[in-house]
């Protein structure tokens, strides 16, 4: 196998004419790896991932298999094929929050949607909406318009995305729901198979959505959430300018990080967490 990149939470290793997608422990936020790892992250997002994949038939995705992967990476490894990725990050948001609450605050919309005035944190939206970004190789990613999409790969594409970022979403979230888990928000990335457009990297993890519990849900207020944004807040709380490098975690957090994953993990999928292996 050759390793062939490094990304801030997986690598990537050529093995042949298919590529190993591993997920690692590291945990970054606001585009900076910190240097204390969650213990089982990788797999947790790893089988979460692989859970919804299966829950997708309907939706193209690169897996080709979690089994067959080298015995250290069990667990956390998935055999996938190459893709041609898209330079685009495609978001799904129900609930205002995050930076789509502050585009909203600025704009009276996110990525060029208008949305009602008087929205406060944490509410839900009258319908689900696709606001794509950038995605960066080095810095943050930055909001953009379906227009900007539609000029970078061309309308049939553009609507394509859109659909498919909605479908997943909606479907994805009334799942949750029915857990008690409510999706805010997530991100997705495709590339090409081929001629076939087809879903990549992970799918409503972790940390690639937003996840509060149902019950606890009070719009006006930042929420309870089962995701990576508990130890984004965490970091914030520190004074961290938010440039490299990033703070080491104390070892409360780490564990209430771990437990959040955890817990996101086992309701979703109505399965006990055993562990990595």
């Known amino acids: 196998m050759k390793h062939v990149h490094a990304g801030k939470v997986r690598d990537l290793y050529e093995d042949g004419d298919t590529l190993l997608l591993v997920a690692s422990d590291r945990v970054s936020v606001y585009d900076v790896v910190l240097p204390t790892p969650i213990p089982d992250k990788g797999a947790l997002l790893t089988q979460l991932s692989s859970w919804w994949f299966d829950y997708f038939p309907e939706v193209p995705n690169h897996v080709i298999s979690t089994a067959d992967v080298p015995a250290e990476f069990a667990g956390r490894g998935v055999r996938v094929k190459p893709l041609t990725m898209l330079r685009v990050e495609c978001i799904a948001r129900g609930y205002l929050t995050g930076s789509g609450l502050a585009e909203y605050r600025r704009m009276g919309s996110v990525s060029g949607v208008a949305l009602p005035p008087g929205l406060r944190e944490g509410d839900r939206l009258p319908e689900p909406i696709f606001t794509p970004s950038t995605k960066a190789a080095t810095g943050h990613d930055e909001l953009i318009t379906f227009a900007d999409v539609v000029n970078q790969e061309g309308r049939a594409v553009a609507e394509r995305l859109r659909e498919l970022t909605l ?21 997705v990335e495709f590339g090409w198979d081929g001629d076939v457009l087809t879903l990549g990297d992970e799918v409503l993890t972790s940390d690639s959505s937003r996840f509060w519990p149902a019950d606890e849900w009070e719009p006006g207020r930042a929420q309870r959430s089962f995701d990576k944004q508990f130890v984004r807040d965490w970091a914030t709380s520190t004074g961290w300018d938010k440039q490299p490098p990033g703070p080491e975690i104390p070892a409360d957090i780490v564990a209430a990080t771990r437990q959040k994953y955890v817990e996101a993990y086992q309701l979703i999928t109505g399965r006990a967490w055993a562990g990595a292996a």
């Open 167 to 187: 479908h997943i979403y909606t479907r994805g979230a009334a799942h949750a729901a029915e857990c008690g888990v409510i999706v805010a928000d997530t991100k």
